[in-house]
């Protein structure tokens, strides 16, 4: 079975700060893992994907993360927050590429931007 | 880029009566859906795996017959809450992953915006 464990359950950066936030993942198999964005009362939004390809994913809205097997990893990153960023946001992995594999998600990690 | 339609967003209703919760793939064909529970400040759990023209599968703990899912085409799967009480009030969410077959363009899980439930 595959796990995910988000390191910090909350975190809390200033405007223009790096961005991290941390993941790490448990499979059997290779994984695939995403990073999902919510604001409140919405639905999840894919910020990027790692599928076996390259192991350095860059996604939407300025985020990357880098996919390391070694430190079964998979942080976020973004070199300088913007207040527009403060979202939960979670981390997931799937190990399989078909459409019936199910995700299984971390707890989560609520981001708060400090003007 | 894939979409999933949910509906309602939001919905309240009397302890007792079913409510039923929409989910439509606008662009794509999802053979699979899946449902989540998300309690407030928590993560995703996942409900329940709906497949077109099958029985759904239902992790542990969830119950069938209050949850009812239905996934009767290839762009609509259903969710009902039958007999609602207050601690059935929660946010819940639906995704599908879209692959395309033809081209093997995978997006990856869409996700519906969510219906918040309230039962009063």
């Known amino acids: 079975a595959q796990s995910v464990t988000q390191l910090g359950s909350h975190v809390s950066v200033s405007e223009g700060a790096l961005v991290l936030l941390r993941c790490n993942y448990s499979?059997?198999?290779?994984?695939?893992l995403f990073w999902y964005v919510q604001y409140p009362n919405q639905g999840l939004q894919l910020l990027l994907k790692?599928?076996?390809?390259?192991?350095l994913v860059k996604g939407i809205n300025g985020f990357e993360a880098e996919f390391k097997k070694s430190e079964t990893s998979f942080h976020l990153t973004k070199p300088s927050a913007h207040m527009r960023d403060a979202a939960e946001y979670f981390c997931?992995?799937?190990?399989?590429?078909?459409?019936?594999?199910?995700?299984?998600f971390g707890k989560g990690t609520l981001l708060t931007v400090n003007p | 880029g894939a979409v999933v339609s949910q509906h309602p967003s939001r919905v309240i209703c009397k302890s007792g009566t079913s409510v039923k919760i929409e989910c439509r793939s606008l662009?794509?064909?999802?053979?699979?859906m899946f449902w989540y529970r998300q309690f407030p400040k928590k993560s995703l759990m996942l409900m329940a795996t709906?497949?077109?023209?099958?029985?759904?599968?239902?992790e542990q703990g969830v119950e069938k017959d209050k949850f009812l899912i239905n996934h009767a085409s290839l762009t609509l799967s259903t969710l009902t809450v039958t007999s609602a009480h207050p601690e059935d009030s929660s946010f819940y969410i639906c995704?599908?992953?879209?692959?395309?077959?033809?081209?093997?363009?995978?997006?990856?899980?869409?996700f519906g915006s969510g219906t918040r439930l309230t039962v009063v």
């Open positions: 995704s599908a992953r879209a692959i395309w077959a033809g081209t093997s363009v995978d997006y990856g899980y869409t």
């Open positions: 499979s059997s198999v290779p994984p695939y």
């Open positions: 790692y599928t076996s390809a390259a192991t």
């Open positions: 997931a992995v799937s190990v399989g590429g078909g459409s019936n594999y199910k995700l299984t």
């Open positions: 662009d794509f064909q999802a053979t699979t």
């Open positions: 709906s497949n077109e023209g099958s029985k759904a599968t239902y």
